[in-house]
């Protein structure tokens, strides 16, 4: 016991280096910027206040989302999702897929439940004893079930999902506008110490560095970031890209897909002047979320506002009768 607790502590020890390391660089990108570049080496006083204003707001909005995304805690589903402990040992005590597929399809019949495993069972997490919601996934580093789960961020140490993704993105947005002001207003220099008209030597190291590394970084977020929009669009997290979600009727990879303007509102809420700022604003609450198709309560085909495509849904009745209904152009 004690031997797997002190690994334990190790292991979230070693979670928090490589966030170590990004706060590292960033403090060491705003002293160089500010100090060596901007201060020492900028002579002329106009271009000087100018690029430490657009640094300054791009450094303030970059920290406010990095902090929000690091310290937003996950959501974890509901109570309602948990086996409550007069299940549990009904649950515990049958061995049959059959009996325990029946004893979860009663207990969910008052849930917004859709998702199922790959052969077609409710999702249920044995480590959390608690089933599923649509889009939640158990994170091995975390311990815990997290709502519509993207991935777990090792540079974040945090998980990304729900509560904190709207955060995740403009993270990604602040880091790369960061990371291109400081290459846009370095370049001259860089040209000039590469041209070797740059004699001095901390400025030379630092502005060497900045450059490296910025444009490292800037690439490397650009392909983030650019990837993230896909995804955003399509209303797709990352653990869905990587794999397909089953439903009743098989796999699916544009059920949750309900257009690319209602993607994105789910993400940043309805409220336009909130869009650039770091705050909650997503809509829902991580539990459920619209569908491109839907059964209505009678078992009838019911659309979110969007025309027939030839789509098939099988649904599960609480009674445990398998409806299908098939929707024609």
Not at 51 to 58: A, D, G, I, S, T
Not at 148 to 171: A, Q, T, V
Not at 221 to 231: A, D, N, T, V
Request: contains cysteine; proline residues 5%; neutral net charge.
């Amino acid at each position: 016991m004690l031997r797997s607790a002190c690994l334990r502590r190790c292991a979230l020890l070693l979670c928090w280096i490589p966030l170590t390391i990004v706060v590292i660089v960033v403090m060491w990108s705003y002293y160089a910027y500010v100090v060596h570049f901007s201060w020492l080496y900028i002579f002329s006083r106009p271009f000087s206040v100018a690029y430490l204003c657009l640094f300054h707001v791009c450094f303030g909005m970059f920290s406010w989302s990095f902090w929000k995304a690091v310290s937003t805690p996950p959501s974890f589903p509901s109570a309602e999702f948990q086996l409550v402990p007069s299940e549990s040992p009904l649950y515990e005590q049958e061995h049959g897929d059959m009996e325990k597929s029946h004893i979860f399809l009663e207990i969910t019949q008052n849930l917004p439940i859709h998702t199922r495993t790959a052969t077609g069972a409710i999702r249920f997490c044995l480590d959390c004893q608690l089933i599923k919601p649509d889009r939640c996934h158990h994170c091995s580093v975390c311990q815990t079930c997290v709502l519509k789960m993207d991935h777990h961020c090792p540079w974040l140490n945090n998980c990304i999902g729900f509560s904190n993704y709207k955060f995740f993105m403009l993270f990604l947005l602040y880091s790369l506008l960061y990371c291109l002001l400081i290459v846009t207003t370095i370049t001259p220099t860089f040209i000039r110490l590469w041209l070797g008209q740059l004699f001095d030597t901390c400025v030379k190291l630092h502005v060497l560095f900045l450059m490296l590394v910025s444009t490292m970084f800037a690439v490397t977020l650009c392909f983030l970031l650019i990837f993230h929009i896909w995804l955003l669009t399509r209303n797709k997290t990352t653990l869905e890209w990587l794999s397909v979600p089953f439903f009743s009727d098989g796999p699916s990879s544009e059920v949750f897909d309900v257009g690319v303007r209602a993607n994105f509102l789910q993400v940043f809420g309805k409220k336009k002047a909130l869009w650039p700022f770091p705050v909650f604003t997503s809509e829902g609450d991580g539990h459920s979320f619209p569908l491109k198709w839907q059964m209505s309560s009678n078992n009838t085909l019911a659309m979110n506002g969007h025309e027939s495509h030839g789509y098939v849904l099988t649904s599960v009745s609480p009674e445990g009768v398998s409806v299908t209904i098939a929707a024609d152009d």
